[in-house]
């Protein structure tokens, strides 16, 4: 017997909110600007330094099997392990880098 499939629900509040920055403000208002910053980013994520970048820190991060930390970047180039939410919270509040 097959099992049933059920239909997933779709998460209503997806895509509903805006930041309460003001770039993300203009951005939500300007679909131009959106579409352009969106190919600039897409550009920009796909070069081969950022790739490298990105990999090098997914390695760590499994190889380490530490719950709840990811492991970034610091100001003088080292590779540190640092809890998840401040790591995926950097440029927020004050619009400053807290990067270790």
Same mark, same amino acid.
């Given at each position: 017997m097959a099992t =049933?499939?059920?239909?997933?629900r @779709?998460?209503? /509040?997806?895509? =509903?909110s805006t930041?309460?920055? @003001?770039?993300? /403000?203009?951005?939500?208002k300007?679909?131009?600007?959106r579409r352009? /910053?969106?190919e600039y980013n897409t550009e920009y994520h796909s070069t081969p330094e950022r790739k490298k970048y990105r990999s090098k820190l997914n390695k760590k991060t499994r190889s380490k099997k530490l719950k709840g930390k990811d492991y970034s970047h610091g100001k003088d180039g080292s590779i540190r392990?640092?809890?998840r939410s401040k790591n995926r919270a950097r440029n927020?509040?004050?619009k400053r880098s807290t990067k270790r």
């Amino acid at each position: 017997m097959a099992t =049933k499939k059920v239909p997933q629900r @779709k998460n209503s /509040k997806a895509g =509903k909110s805006t930041g309460k920055s @003001k770039s993300a /403000k203009y951005f939500a208002k300007s679909p131009e600007a959106r579409r352009k /910053k969106n190919e600039y980013n897409t550009e920009y994520h796909s070069t081969p330094e950022r790739k490298k970048y990105r990999s090098k820190l997914n390695k760590k991060t499994r190889s380490k099997k530490l719950k709840g930390k990811d492991y970034s970047h610091g100001k003088d180039g080292s590779i540190r392990p640092e809890s998840r939410s401040k790591n995926r919270a950097r440029n927020g509040k004050n619009k400053r880098s807290t990067k270790r």
